[in-house]
């Protein structure tokens, strides 16, 4: 398997250099590469050490990039399955619409087995499919240009969301608030700003100096390699901290509200985020902390009726035992549980923000209108 990569930080004084002059939307989470011929992704596993970027032209490459985190975030990820089916379209070697469409849909299905919970993938390669459909008596290269387009619109549509959503969650907020995050729903996670940190980062252009504490987000650390990276990078006064710590901040008066991203919502509000953000809705309802869910209209499931529907994707044990360790820190052959979700009862969230608005309970009527 054969990346081309395109390292930019080589060593400690450079990269310290790199972080103090720039702001974190100098980063392209995914792209395309400037002849269309490949899905450029920043390798958000090489973070915050590297940044590193990968030039994908096969749906191999595009699935296992999904699959193994190096595009993660619910939007982005559908923005990388968008970019990366149009590449692979151009490479369907059919002279007729049957054919090409019969190697589209094999492409888009396998795609698609990547990351199950998230609604995004899907939800962007169903409209990629659509494009297909909907001009059938178009020939091949046209067909190709339509699908480039629609990638692109994709992209664009996420970016001009995201900065809604940041607008309609800072409406809610007050300078100088101390705010929880869970994994990571930022500028990294999207096409620009984040879900969850787009109200931060537009607080940060206004001076509402947040205060933000980023839990690390056991097993793959999201929180620690990628929040903390990107609003150290940006300027926000940022303390992370470890899962198990978030009541003690709550307890001593730290944090007026939780901000969280989403990977589905099902209709009646339910949740499905990083494994770890229902233990955290808990603790804010403990403690009497608004919590705010905030995510693309895209990631609502109106096929699903609540957090049972929700298929959770398990990973691989040696995420929980292995990863980031020098040496194997638990007992050889222990039984490990690792789901990479798990779903917020609805009864637990103050409100869900999406580009449209906030919508509050009941989430039944709210999310349907």
Known sequence: MLYRIFPIFVGKSEYKERMSKSNITDLKTVRLSEDADSVVLLDQTQLPEKEVYLSLSNAEDIWEAIYKLKVRGAPAIGVAAAYGIYV?????????????????????????????????????????????????????PALVRLLHDESVAIREEDAAACRRIGENCLALLKPGMGL????????????????????????????????????????????????????????????????????????????????????????NGDVANKIGTSGVAILARH?????????????????????????????????????????????????????????????LITAIITEKGVAYPPFTDSLSD
């Open 88 to 140: 692979c379209s151009k490479q369907i070697g059919a002279a007729g619409f049957d054919d090409f469409y019969q190697e589209f849909k094999r492409i888009k299905d396998y795609l698609a087995s990547s990351r199950p919970t998230a609604v995004n993938l899907v939800a962007a390669l169903n409209r990629m499919e659509k494009v297909v459909l909907d001009n059938r008596q178009e020939d091949i």
């Open 287 to 347: 403690y009497g902390i608004p919590f705010y869910v905030l995510g693309p209209t895209s990631t609502i499931d109106k096929q699903c009726p609540d957090g049972k529907s929700i298929v959770i994707e398990e990973r691989a044990p040696e995420e929980v035992s292995e990863m980031w360790y020098a040496h194997r820190m638990a007992p050889r052959d222990v039984k490990i549980f690792n789901p990479a979700f798990d779903v917020t009862p609805h009864e």
């Open 180 to 267: 929880l995050t869970h994994c990571n729903a930022g500028h990294l996670a999207v096409s620009e700003y984040g879900t969850a940190l787009a109200p931060v980062y537009l607080g940060q252009e206004r001076g509402y100096n947040f205060r933000v504490f980023a839990d690390e987000t056991r097993p793959l650390l999201q929180g620690a390699r990628l929040t903390a990276y990107e609003l150290q990078r940006s300027g926000v006064d940022v303390t992370l901290i470890c899962d198990n710590m978030a009541s003690s901040v709550m307890q001593k008066g730290w944090v007026q509200a939780v901000i969280v991203g989403c990977d589905r919502v099902a209709m």
